[in-house]
């Protein structure tokens, strides 16, 4: 019967060591294992395939062969759920981070999270980004009561790795921001695509922190406590900065029990 | 699409190429897999495509040929994405790729039963309903066969079509590829396949691959130029299909948009030569 055939060609694919499906047909030129092989071959360098298009400075950093041999056992331990695998890279950060031959480059698991960032922000929703005058004539009061809604792409990560100096290295661009390819020295990342291009950017560990408190939901005034430190930048600077990058898509009055997006 | 026209895959790295330039290929068919995202530059890039090009949504996704349920949810994004962007057509693979909630990423092989007729029938049924139209279904590149199978893959797509009111995309390097890997003549099988219901064609590159004993598997692997036996036998198919739109399939070691267009600039001459032969 057909589900019990399919199921015991399912296992084979995944799995090198079982059999292909009953009831092959020994014919012509090639054996049934080798006939079997084409599609296990096929699934498997499908799959890191694809993963490499959305890993490829992790495939750089430990080559080819070895980003073989990990991604084909990520594909064997979590095979993708969906057809659609614009997302099949989820797991795949943590999955190096568990991944005990990648001890020996310790920041390749977050190299990966940065480069998985990107891809959410490719194909995250499209949003227009709002100008810092959306928050003109507003009073003091009112200003740090509203809700920023962040732009539906933004993703934020922290590394104690310089992970965007790394990441900088393999795109051809001098590194640039905090980091400079410091050993000791993490990296907070802001990736963001306001128009048609994913952006990466290394921000202050107290903006990362001011971002995401944004993203919560905080209230602007309540956000803003977490630029209150010696080494964040000037409020006013760190938010028009926010709105200049395109990392604003609506504000709302937070005092309004419905949320109403300002006229812009 | 109102003369025959060849038609190319599009590429995110060809967007530029396609957008920025005034290319004179007739149509662009994509996978909707690969625009089944929130938004971005896939989406914007294919609306701006759709804007001047007639369009073609070949889905890898469906799982036609498994013995478990279609995924609904899969449906719905399909869905979504016709009644957006309208496409002239809309196609499917006699195969499996999702099996107990796994998705494999492949096209992979059925034994040809009743049993499986079944199957593929109510499967097809169940796409053009929720679609609210006909699909085209592809004749599969198999490595292997089933001992168990009862019908020729020829007469097993007749009765699906038969069946289903469905349509079908000829993919003539698939016929190559399977024929040479099973020991059956292509020209055979070209004259044994259904030509009514043919609404697409399409051409692809191979790859070989060898035993020690020299004995031969090709492998549908769409990582080059059309081979020149594919070629040959497209005319043929031609002679019998008459004229139908083509597809150039570059998914692998895609090349630069210059040389696709010259390989659906090819497709496109033997296109129009039979034309004329025709008129």
Same mark, same amino acid.
């Given at each position: 019967?057909?589900?019990?055939?399919?199921?015991?060609?399912?296992?084979?694919?995944?799995?090198?060591?079982?059999?292909?499906?009953?009831?092959?047909?020994?014919?012509?030129?090639?054996?049934?294992?080798?006939?079997?092989?084409?599609?296990?071959?096929?699934?498997?360098?499908?799959?890191?395939?694809?993963?490499?298009?959305?890993?490829?400075?992790?495939?750089?950093?430990?080559?080819?062969?070895?980003?073989?041999?990990?991604?084909?056992?990520?594909?064997?331990?979590?095979?993708?759920?969906?057809?659609?695998?614009?997302?099949?890279?989820?797991?795949?950060?943590?999955?190096?981070?568990?991944?005990?031959?990648?001890?020996?480059?310790?920041?390749?698991?977050?190299?990966?999270?940065?480069?998985? /960032?990107?891809?959410?922000?490719?194909?995250? !929703?499209? &949003? @227009?980004?709002?100008? #810092?005058? *959306?928050?003109? %004539? =507003?009073? $003091?009061?009112?200003?740090?009561?509203?809700?920023?809604?962040?732009?539906?792409?933004?993703?934020?990560?922290?590394?104690?790795?310089?992970?965007?100096?790394?990441?900088?290295?393999?795109?051809?661009?001098?590194?640039?921001?905090?980091?400079?390819?410091?050993?000791?020295?993490?990296?907070?990342?802001?990736?963001?695509?306001?128009?048609?291009?994913?952006?990466?950017?290394?921000?202050?560990?107290?903006?990362?922190?001011?971002?995401?408190?944004?993203?919560?939901?905080?209230?602007?005034?309540?956000?803003?406590?977490?630029?209150?430190? /010696?080494?964040?930048?000037?409020?006013?600077? !760190?938010? &028009? @900065?926010?709105?200049? #990058?395109? *990392?604003?898509? %609506? =504000?709302? $009055?937070?005092?309004?029990?419905?949320?109403?997006?300002?006229?812009? | 699409?109102?003369?025959?026209?060849?038609?190319?895959?599009?590429?995110?790295?060809?967007?530029?190429?396609?957008?920025?330039?005034?290319?004179?290929?007739?149509?662009?068919?994509?996978?909707?897999?690969?625009?089944?995202?929130?938004?971005?530059?896939?989406?914007?890039?294919?609306?701006?495509?759709?804007?001047?090009?007639?369009?073609?949504?070949?889905?890898?996704?469906?799982?036609?040929?498994?013995?478990?349920?279609?995924?609904?949810?899969?449906?719905?994004?399909?869905?979504?994405?016709?009644?957006?962007?309208?496409?002239?057509?809309?196609?499917?693979?006699?195969?499996?790729?999702?099996?107990?909630?796994?998705?494999?990423?492949?096209?992979?092989?059925?034994?040809?039963?009743?049993?499986?007729?079944?199957?593929?029938?109510?499967?097809?049924?169940?796409?053009?309903?929720?679609?609210?139209?006909?699909?085209?279904?592809?004749?599969?590149?198999?490595?292997?066969?089933?001992?168990?199978?009862?019908?020729?893959?020829?007469?097993?797509?007749?009765?699906?079509?038969?069946?289903?009111?469905?349509?079908?995309?000829?993919?003539?390097?698939?016929?190559?590829?399977?024929?040479?890997?099973?020991?059956?003549?292509?020209?055979?099988?070209?004259?044994?396949?259904?030509?009514?219901?043919?609404?697409?064609?399409?051409?692809?590159?191979?790859?070989?691959?060898?035993?020690?004993?020299?004995?031969?598997?090709?492998?549908?692997?769409?990582?080059?130029?059309?081979?020149?036996?594919?070629?040959?036998?497209?005319?043929?198919?031609?002679?019998?299909?008459?004229?139908?739109?083509?597809?150039?399939?570059?998914?692998?070691?895609?090349?630069?948009?210059?040389?696709?267009?010259?390989?659906?600039?090819?497709?496109?001459?033997?296109?129009?030569?039979?034309?004329?032969?025709?008129?």
């Amino acid at each position: 019967m057909w589900p019990e055939t399919q199921t015991a060609f399912a296992a084979a694919l995944l799995d090198p060591m079982r059999e292909g499906p009953p009831g092959v047909a020994e014919d012509y030129g090639r054996p049934a294992r080798d006939r079997v092989a084409v599609y296990r071959n096929n699934v498997i360098k499908g799959l890191c395939d694809a993963l490499r298009d959305g890993f490829p400075v992790v495939a750089e950093l430990v080559g080819d062969e070895f980003f073989d041999a990990m991604a084909s056992a990520f594909v064997r331990a979590h095979p993708p759920a969906s057809p659609v695998l614009l997302h099949y890279g989820r797991d795949f950060p943590d999955f190096i981070a568990g991944f005990e031959p990648a001890d020996v480059v310790p920041y390749l698991a977050d190299v990966a999270g940065l480069e998985q /960032a990107r891809t959410e922000a490719y194909h995250a !929703a499209d &949003a @227009e980004p709002l100008g #810092i005058d *959306a928050l003109q %004539g =507003l009073s $003091d009061e009112r200003l740090s009561r509203m809700r920023l809604d962040l732009h539906p792409s933004l993703r934020l990560m922290a590394s104690e790795w310089p992970v965007v100096s790394i990441w900088q290295a393999h795109q051809g661009l001098d590194p640039v921001g905090a980091g400079s390819g410091l050993p000791h020295t993490g990296d907070c990342a802001l990736v963001l695509r306001p128009g048609w291009t994913v952006e990466v950017r290394a921000v202050a560990a107290p903006v990362h922190a001011f971002v995401r408190a944004l993203g919560a939901g905080a209230p602007l005034g309540e956000a803003l406590e977490r630029l209150d430190r /010696a080494d964040a930048p000037d409020p006013s600077s !760190a938010l &028009a @900065e926010l709105f200049h #990058i395109g *990392a604003v898509a %609506g =504000l709302a $009055d937070t005092h309004n029990e419905t949320k109403e997006d300002l006229p812009c | 699409m109102t003369r025959a026209r060849a038609g190319v895959g599009l590429k995110p790295r060809h967007y530029a190429d396609v957008l920025e330039g005034d290319p004179e290929t007739g149509w662009f068919e994509v996978h909707p897999e690969n625009y089944m995202g929130d938004g971005g530059p896939p989406l914007a890039a294919l609306a701006r495509v759709r804007e001047r090009f007639p369009l073609s949504l070949h889905g890898v996704g469906l799982s036609i040929g498994g013995a478990g349920e279609l995924d609904r949810d899969h449906l719905d994004r399909l869905k979504a994405l016709v009644e957006r962007f309208e496409p002239a057509l809309v196609s499917e693979h006699l195969a499996w790729s999702t099996h107990q909630g796994q998705f494999f990423n492949d096209l992979l092989a059925l034994p040809y039963t009743d049993e499986t007729l079944g199957h593929v029938c109510r499967h097809v049924d169940q796409v053009q309903t929720h679609l609210g139209r006909p699909i085209l279904i592809e004749n599969p590149a198999t490595y292997l066969r089933f001992q168990e199978s009862t019908w020729t893959e020829t007469d097993f797509i007749a009765e699906m079509a038969r069946r289903t009111g469905c349509g079908l995309l000829l993919d003539v390097n698939n016929v190559f590829v399977s024929c040479i890997n099973h020991g059956d003549d292509p020209v055979d099988y070209l004259r044994r396949f259904p030509m009514v219901p043919v609404g697409e064609i399409h051409l692809a590159g191979h790859a070989e691959d060898r035993a020690e004993d020299g004995a031969l598997l090709l492998i549908d692997a769409h990582d080059r130029a059309v081979a020149d036996p594919v070629w040959s036998l497209y005319r043929q198919a031609l002679s019998l299909a008459g004229p139908k739109p083509t597809l150039i399939e570059w998914d692998n070691d895609i090349p630069d948009w210059h040389t696709l267009q010259a390989e659906a600039a090819q497709a496109d001459a033997i296109l129009a030569a039979g034309a004329r032969h025709v008129a």
